[in-house]
């Protein structure tokens, strides 16, 4: 195999001085108001540039992310954290005081994504066995697994999902492009169906009048907790985070080679997988921090900090992605259409039969399949007050992420014969 050229920047310090000028750039421009960038960032969302413009520099050889070291530091320590400080905020009395029908559009969102992964696979293996096939890391059902992170939880989910299954480079870059497609088409529908709510919730008699007692209500609660943070408030944020990730990679060690030594059938499972515990752990301790008086470290930042984090992760993984390599194979923007159709389908029949509003249908399925990222632009899209809503149901879709993500891979493996 012909040996890769040495990229024009090898020095990581530079790279990551590289990434943070690109997200900077991302960020400073989307929140811009001149027209040019009103216009640009309507139809091209922001989440889509922090990945692609890394690929860029990855595909002509800028940068490398293959011999970088940022992607396996981002993945070891920033995602975990990440994990946590988006969790330990869920207020889970909130969510259920959200009503029945967001609960329900939500996690029917989820099962929509569970059972569309292995029903795509099916339907496509029908087609053509081979393009479902592979084996080791290029194996398409590992790739999809980290679709499934993304698409029920968020971009940390799939990186960990990536890491679990052990997903090669290459079928990763191409699972990336096919998530971040395919989901930002979906999105475009969403926002259609959003600018026509009223006139779609009266023809299907859906009462939306639960929706203005919401917004009174986050509104109220985002009042009560924010506050500007001291650097003692800060601290206690990174300490939160990378002290439940220290604990993650402390378990991990033990939990891990453990499983390996007494049970190594349990491999299949990946629960001899180190990192597997590591994101269980985190996630579980961010679950276990929300029922304490460390929730309200959301008011002076904790998610603030954790989606900082999450777009430097997002920005490593983009500088693994060559946006070539979906040339390689087409097809699997079949496998991703159909799952996420299935993904559709289901939300819109649940609705009509529940008579849920548009705001539930379109918030709990962008807290899914966009996560934290995106969920707040699709709940804004109904009012501006309504945006913290869709990242209360996304970050209950990053503590469902990691296993949910895990099941559905399962599933997969099954369907495609693994």
Not at 32 to 56: D, Q
Not at 69 to 94: G, H, K, Q
Not at 383 to 394: D, N, T, Y
Request: hydrophobic share 55%; proline share 4%.
């Amino acid at each position: 195999m012909e040996e890769a050229a040495t990229p024009l920047i090898t020095n990581d310090a530079v790279v990551l001085g590289l990434l943070m000028g690109i997200l900077a750039f991302v960020f400073h421009t989307s929140s811009s108001e001149n027209p040019f960038w009103k216009r640009f960032y309507k139809y091209v969302p922001a989440l889509l540039l922090c990945y692609f413009i890394p690929s860029i520099f990855n595909t002509l050889n800028i940068i490398s992310g293959e011999s970088s070291r940022l992607y396996f530091v981002a993945s070891r320590y920033l995602l975990p954290t990440t994990l946590v400080l988006l969790t330990l905020s869920i207020d889970l009395p909130a969510v259920k005081r959200l009503g029945p029908k967001a609960l329900i559009m939500f996690f029917t969102g989820t099962a929509g994504i569970v059972i569309g992964g292995p029903v795509a696979m099916t339907i496509v293996g029908w087609m053509n066995p081979e393009m479902v096939g592979g084996q080791g890391p290029d194996a398409i059902w590992r790739g999809m697994a980290t679709v499934a992170g993304s698409w029920i939880g968020g971009g940390a989910n799939q990186a960990a999902m990536k890491e679990v299954f052990e997903v090669g480079d290459r079928l990763f870059s191409q699972m990336i492009t096919v998530d971040v497609l395919v989901a930002n088409v979906w999105m475009a529908v969403l926002l259609y169906m959003a600018g026509r709510s009223k006139e779609i919730d009266a023809r299907n008699g859906a009462d939306a009048t639960a929706i203005d007692a919401l917004r009174d209500k986050v509104e109220a609660y985002t009042n009560k907790i924010s506050r500007i943070p001291t650097l003692a408030d800060t601290m206690r944020v990174l300490f939160a985070g990378f002290g439940v990730t220290a604990l993650g990679h402390l378990g991990a060690d033990f939990i891990g080679p453990a499983i390996q030594e007494n049970a190594p059938g349990l491999e299949k499972l990946s629960l001899t997988s180190k990192f597997f515990w590591l994101i269980v752990i985190a996630t579980t301790g961010g679950l276990i921090l929300s029922f304490t008086r460390a929730r309200q470290l959301e008011g002076v930042g904790a998610s603030r900090l954790g989606s900082a984090f999450l777009y430097v992760l997002v920005a490593t993984i983009g500088m693994k992605m060559d946006i070539l390599a979906i040339l390689d194979a087409p097809w699997l923007f079949l496998v991703g259409a159909i799952w996420l159709a299935f993904h559709g389908i289901l939300m819109i029949i649940t609705a009509k039969v529940i008579k849920a509003p548009v705001f539930f249908l379109a918030v709990g399925s962008q807290a899914n399949v966009g996560g934290a990222a995106s969920a707040p632009v699709v709940a804004s899209a109904f009012h501006p007050a309504l945006a913290p809503v869709g990242v209360l149901l996304a970050v209950l879709g990053y503590a469902l992420g990691t296993y949910m993500a895990w099941v559905c891979a399962q599933f997969m493996r099954i369907a495609s014969g693994g």
